[in-house]
């Protein structure tokens, strides 16, 4: 029988009635996805996928509290469903109580969706992107320079049910463009990435015009030592550096002093001025634009995600409130370890409360400093200052009296985005972004470019 054969909710409904277990949660996640790929003006290659996963998550009731057992496959069938069913009770039979126990959650209305076919893409999504691109083609090769890169398209369609009753549904398209333009001798490059929902706003004609203006900048190069230089920061290279800010903000770990947001003697930071801009970090899943899923989605338990918090509704949250930190990240149960208010991930990030200025104000307004493309290859030195390293990547480039004078070498960084913060002089405009280093794992962003005075480039890089 094909994986395929029956609708998302009725192996919803179907693995949650062969449950006996003392509760079960089933998540069946429909994925479907269209990408082009190109290489020296012409396209190479694309392709459609379409595939299923479903995760049963049993929970078994003992003496000693509530244990978990969770079980993730691809291309169930019919035929396979019970023994799925059986594998998730037998785990949770056999492993320790939970300490994330807590109750499935009740009370969410049903998605009135529910029951409908999952969304799918297909190579339509690209019917006025790719056109648009073999025109940029054309002009690429008439000015000199080669494009490569990749469009990639993602449609997940998540179908949560619960023995507690809960029906819910969400459809989150994905999608990201990533254009490289290269001198035909390969010494210089430059990159630039969008994030989109359907590639209706992606105009591949603007991003080569882009890249050609920063192809010309690099006719000119200079050699510059370690050292640190007043920098401007993308907005793609911001948001690499605050989603990791967010991927470490563990309320239960700040709690246990093991992390940047730990106060000395005991406690978190929350409540503590972080930078004098007046900036707010926050995530919310119905930003415009942006929109993610409205309620938890855990296939797995860890830090302070809960499978047993599924279900549970996502609202607006401030991670950092006018500059002054005012949530963690937390689960129910860590919330009520820490004291902290419950605030779980959401798959988003925003950073506002700057200047109404483009990044070409910013630069206008710079006497001598480092604009960066993006950073690449990004490490974490020292949990406890959240210290990370990295390298730029496809142009560093040297602004002297408003205007961008050459290209300059790249560079291995070392800075806190936590530091970093309250170390910026000004931050511009907001706007949807890529983050580079990130993009298989989070897309969607909002970020202002960011001035910093001393931006620490602690050695030279070779690379282009």
Not at 32 to 54: E, F, K, M, P, Q
Not at 115 to 144: H, Q
């Amino acid at each position: 029988m094909s994986p395929r054969t029956n609708k998302p909710h009725e192996i919803v409904e179907q693995a949650l009635a062969l449950s006996r277990a003392d509760g079960c949660v089933v998540i069946a996640d429909e994925q479907s996805t269209a990408n082009l790929r190109w290489a020296g003006n012409a396209l190479t290659t694309n392709g459609v996928t379409r595939g299923r996963t479903l995760t049963v998550i049993a929970t078994v009731d003992g003496k000693e509290g509530t244990a978990s057992g969770v079980v993730s496959r691809s291309a169930v069938t019919a035929d396979e469903l019970e023994p799925l069913v059986r594998a998730a009770e037998a785990a949770a039979r056999g492993a320790q109580p939970a300490e994330d126990a807590r109750p499935l959650v009740t009370g969410v209305p049903q998605a009135p969706d529910f029951t409908d076919a999952p969304a799918e893409t297909s190579s339509a999504v690209f019917a006025d992107f790719a056109p648009a691109l073999g025109e940029a083609f054309a002009r690429a090769r008439a000015g000199g320079r080669e494009l490569y890169g990749f469009a990639n398209h993602e449609l997940v369609s998540s179908y949560l049910g619960t023995s507690t009753g809960l029906r819910l549904r969400h459809d989150q398209p994905n999608g990201t463009l990533e254009l490289n333009a290269k001198s035909p001798d390969r010494t210089r490059s430059a990159w630039a990435g969008r994030s989109t929902r359907d590639f209706k706003d992606v105009d591949p004609a603007a991003l080569d015009a882009e890249l050609a203006v920063r192809l010309g900048w690099a006719e000119r190069r200079i050699e510059l030592p370690a050292g640190r230089y007043e920098t401007l920061l993308p907005p793609t290279a911001v948001a690499d550096l605050l989603i990791y800010q967010m991927w470490s903000a563990s309320g239960r770990d700040a709690a246990e002093g093991r992390t940047v947001f730990s106060k000395p003697g005991g406690g978190t930071r929350v409540g503590e001025k972080l930078t004098d801009l007046p900036l707010t970090l926050r995530s919310d899943p119905n930003a415009p634009g942006l929109e993610s899923a409205p309620f938890v989605l855990a296939h797995s338990s860890g830090g302070d995600q809960s499978v047993f918090d599924n279900g549970l509704p996502l609202t607006a949250t401030e991670w950092v409130r006018e500059g002054e930190l005012s949530n963690l990240l937390t689960s129910r149960h860590s919330a009520e370890l820490t004291g902290l208010p419950v605030a779980p991930g959401i798959d988003n990030l925003i950073l506002d409360g700057g200047e109404d200025r483009s990044l070409e104000e910013m630069v206008a307004a710079t006497e001598r400093g480092l604009l960066l493309t993006c950073l690449w290859y990004i490490r974490e030195v020292d949990p406890a200052t959240l210290l990370l390293t990295g390298l730029t990547r496809d142009g560093v480039y040297l602004v002297e009296n408003g205007e961008v004078s050459g290209e300059v070498n790249n560079f291995r960084f070392n800075e806190s985005p936590v530091d970093l913060l309250g170390r910026a002089a000004e931050a511009g405009r907001t706007e949807k972004t890529l983050p580079r280093e990130w993009s298989d794992w989070f897309t969607r962003a909002a970020m202002p470019a960011l001035r910093v005075p001393d931006f620490n480039m602690s050695s030279v890089s070779q690379g282009v």
